[in-house]
């Protein structure tokens, strides 16, 4: 079992920059594919972006750019760095764990993006 939390979400400008944080327990953090979602208002769940075990990583075309996903598997924290956010950013933010048949989800951090 994992479980997750989420936090750094918050109320920015546009242009602004929030970085979300997401603390995995467990001892094996290292084993997962971490990845970020997002859901706005009236909208399904979206992939962000997702780092591998191997540290490759992926991104929505809506972000490429902008966003950065990094992990540090001696603190169990995978990190979404944001930059020049717009308002479109605006959603819940989720935090994902997989491994094999394993899926966890931490329960979200909002980020509003409005000036």
């Known amino acids: 079992q994992v479980q997750l939390v989420e936090s750094g979400g918050g109320l920015v400008q546009p242009g602004g920059s929030l970085r979300l944080s997401c603390a995995a327990s467990?001892?094996?953090?290292?084993?997962?594919?971490m990845s970020w979602y997002r859901q706005a208002p009236g909208k399904e769940r979206e992939l962000v972006a997702s780092i591998s075990n191997g540290r490759s990583t992926n991104y929505s075309d809506s972000v490429k750019g902008r966003f950065t996903i990094s992990r540090d598997n001696a603190k169990n924290t995978v990190y979404l760095q944001m930059n020049s956010l717009k308002p479109e950013d605006t959603a819940v933010y989720y935090c994902?764990?997989?491994?094999?048949?394993?899926?966890?989800w931490g329960k979200g951090t909002p980020v509003t993006v409005s000036s």
């Open positions: 994902n764990a997989k491994f094999w048949a394993l899926n966890f």
């Open positions: 467990g001892s094996t953090f290292a084993n997962y594919g």
